[in-house]
């Protein structure tokens, strides 16, 4: 006789008896957990900010780096996994990084880090609710009033954006001017006026 489960170790490992016609005592056999292997993935930040880069893993699991730049993801099981970089008003090289641990622990290609370009300008003559405003068909900004705004996505320089409205408020009917340039430097000019 011989148990198996997957997770476990058996003592003893097996156990032969010989039944006759008589009852017999199946021997006692005592289970042991195998403990799982778990290891641990390390990176970095290097460039103009080290400490607080939000690093996110594949899992939903983030970490923030060290004041070297440093950081880590412990107890992990063998896979392969994402690391993302994130820090409102910074560009990271590479967006992302793949490491793959197999029974091993492992290392992301390096982040370097640059300081990005904001996206911004003004509202005005809004009355309402509901205006909301798209950085190249994929970030959104809702705006609750007049005033300045900007978008938490960096830009490198050089880089092209393209703002629109993507939702109009209850109450107003808003038009968007110098929604589309070329970075090289900060952007403030771009006007929504509502009426």
Do not use: H, W
Request: charged fraction near 5%.
């Amino acid at each position: 006789m011989t148990p198996i489960l997957n997770g476990y170790t058996f003592s003893p490992s097996s156990s032969t008896f010989n039944v006759s016609g008589v009852n017999v005592t199946i021997p006692k056999f005592t289970a042991t957990t195998i403990p799982i292997k778990t290891y641990k993935l390390t990176g970095s930040v290097t460039g103009a900010v080290l400490l607080n880069v939000k690093i996110g893993l594949t899992n939903s699991v983030s970490t923030l780096t060290n004041s070297a730049g440093y950081f880590s993801f412990v107890s992990l099981a063998n896979g392969t996994y994402t690391a993302t970089p994130l820090l409102a008003g910074y560009i990271f090289n590479p967006a992302s990084s793949v490491a793959t641990i197999n029974n091993a622990d492992a290392s992301f290609v390096n982040f370097n880090a640059v300081a990005g370009y904001t996206i911004g300008g003004t509202v005005n003559g809004l009355i309402g609710t509901g205006l909301a405003l798209r950085n190249n068909g994929d970030e959104v900004l809702l705006i609750g009033g007049n005033g300045s705004f900007t978008f938490k996505t960096a830009f490198a320089n050089g880089a092209t954006y393209s703002i629109d409205i993507g939702l109009q408020p209850s109450g107003s009917f808003c038009q968007l001017t110098n929604g589309l340039g070329s970075v090289n430097g900060n952007v403030t000019n771009i006007v929504v006026n509502c009426s």
